[in-house]
């Protein structure tokens, strides 16, 4: 199984939906 480490400095894309009042929603970009 291929499984994915989250590594110190690496950008992942995340969907931070559902929005709630003025928060960015969407995909975005985390570290």
């Known amino acids: 199984m ?3 480490t989250v590594k110190r ?3 992942y ?3 931070l939906s ?3 009042g ?3 929603g969407g995909v975005r970009p985390v570290l």
Request: charged fraction near 25%.
């Open 2 to 4: 291929d499984v994915n």
């Open 9 to 11: 400095g690496e950008i």
């Open 13 to 15: 894309y995340a969907d």
């Open 18 to 20: 559902p929005v709630v």
């Open 22 to 24: 003025s928060e960015q």
